[in-house]
């Protein structure tokens, strides 16, 4: 019987000591040329002791003109390596994977990067949508280009010492953007139908593929549904996965984007998710059919969960924010103690408000941890002030570098 602390050995060959997996938490500690520092090492450092038997990164772009936050650190031809490597080997023998992601049109207009996605949809949040450019509908080239930015920044992860790389395609990002046929209006072989809609996560996946060695882990993390009327969902999750084949190690299932906000407990189709793992009985429908370990995260703030997980037939229990606020959980789950903390809440009305104040909330609690600090985590209307004066700084950098660089630079 499988439990938390049973170890798996993946196709590449990476044997995990145990079930609990850090998932990707977007760290904004980047520091100038959008490099990581000894703030990330700090970080890495805790988790690498933890217990987790694998912990992956916040999310790390493949192009510098495209960040989600100008926090954001990038890996790319111009990046010094010699940072990231401090950054592979700060988790000690707990491998490290690194998550890559492109932002496709979920840039804000304020930080004047590109914004690219397979048709010219817009960002939907009702009177904030204008925070978001309509994008530029990609072109074959432009493709082109992406997926060998995705299999450049998987070569570098590898060349640093990270153990693997985990391919974002959740959230309502560009690979997820494709598979979506809300903002996927394309009438060329990269979208229409699914098979179509998925060729540009495909693509990425078979170009990583080609270009690392055999023992580098390759994994996806993929929505189990956008949540959304006639959006991405579980049957096409499940296609997805089985056309995947063995290519990868693990898919990570998670759900929701900017615009149906999932993961924070609200959804555009107004089914609420306030259970723990709150993905379970949707995603867990993907389980026996799947050829290749399936891992959950969502709502795991117990040891208790995350062995509900496992049972219901899943390789791997993901945890976020509750590692945030206890790097050690792991090690005590393993060791028996079903030690439990409650997430951040905010009793603000608006979702969208509630939502970035509880983010900020978590984010703030991983800077701590990079300044050498403890503090608890802060309460989430404080945390988001403080938040958006720590974004201001960031982007005002951000955009200092690059008008330094006006060859790349393209205003939305
Ligand atoms: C502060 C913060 C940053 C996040 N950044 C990322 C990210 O970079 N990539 C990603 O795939 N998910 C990201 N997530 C989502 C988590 O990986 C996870 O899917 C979600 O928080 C639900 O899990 P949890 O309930 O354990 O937090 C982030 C979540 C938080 C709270």
Redesign the pocket.
């Known amino acids: 019987m499988v439990s938390v602390a049973s170890p798996l050995t993946l196709r590449s060959g990476t044997t995990l000591q145990n079930r609990i997996v850090k998932?990707?938490?977007?760290?904004?500690l980047a520091a100038g040329g959008q490099q990581p520092d000894e703030r990330i090492e700090r970080l890495y450092r805790r988790w690498g002791a933890g217990g987790a038997g694998l912990v992956?990164?916040?999310?790390v772009m493949v192009d510098r003109r495209a960040l989600?936050q100008p926090g954001d650190v990038v890996l790319d031809g111009t990046s010094d390596l010699v940072p990231f490597r401090r950054w592979a080997s700060a988790s000690g023998t707990t491998p490290v994977w690194m998550?890559i992601?492109h932002p496709g049109r979920v840039v804000l207009r304020d930080t004047g990067v590109l914004a690219l996605a397979p048709s010219a949809t817009r960002v939907d949040l009702g009177a904030l949508s204008s925070l978001y450019p309509t994008p530029k509908p990609m072109t074959v080239a432009d493709i082109d280009e992406v997926i060998g930015q995705f299999a450049t920044t998987a070569v570098l992860a590898q060349d640093a010492g990270f153990g693997g790389v985990?391919i974002?395609a959740?959230?309502g990002y560009l690979l997820s953007q494709f598979l979506s046929p809300l903002v996927n209006r394309r009438d060329d072989e990269w979208g229409g139908s699914l098979r179509n809609r998925a060729r540009l996560l495909l693509r990425v996946v078979d170009a990583v593929h080609a270009r690392v060695r055999p023992g580098f882990g390759i994994a996806v993390?993929l929505n189990s549904a956008d949540f959304q009327r006639g959006g991405f969902d579980i049957d096409d999750a499940g296609r997805v996965i089985e056309w995947l084949g063995d290519r990868v190690d693990f898919v990570?299932l998670?759900g929701g984007s900017v615009e149906s906000l999932a993961?924070?407990g609200h959804t555009a189709d107004d089914r609420t998710l306030e259970r723990e793992a709150?993905f379970l009985d949707l995603a867990g429908r993907l389980v026996g059919r799947a050829a290749v370990p399936l891992m959950l995260?969502?709502?795991?703030?117990r040891g208790a969960i995350a062995e509900r997980v496992l049972d219901r037939g899943f390789a791997l229990a993901?945890?976020?924010?509750?590692?945030?606020q206890d790097p050690e959980l792991p090690r005590r789950w393993l060791a028996g103690d079903d030690a439990e903390v409650a997430?951040p809440r905010s009793v603000v009305r608006a979702k969208l408000v509630r939502a970035a104040a509880?983010?900020?909330a978590?984010?703030g609690r991983?800077h701590a941890i990079g300044c050498g600090k403890d503090s608890p985590t802060r309460p989430p209307i404080l945390a988001l002030v403080i938040d958006r004066r720590r974004r201001s700084r960031q982007l005002a950098r951000y955009r200092r570098d690059n008008a330094t660089d006006a060859g790349t630079r393209v205003d939305v």
């Open positions: 998932a990707a938490m977007e760290e904004q992956i990164t916040g999310h989600a998550q992601n985990e974002h959740a959230h993390k990570e998670s993961t924070s709150y995260t969502g709502g795991i703030r993901g945890v976020a924010t509750a590692l945030a997430p509880v983010q900020a978590v984010t991983l």
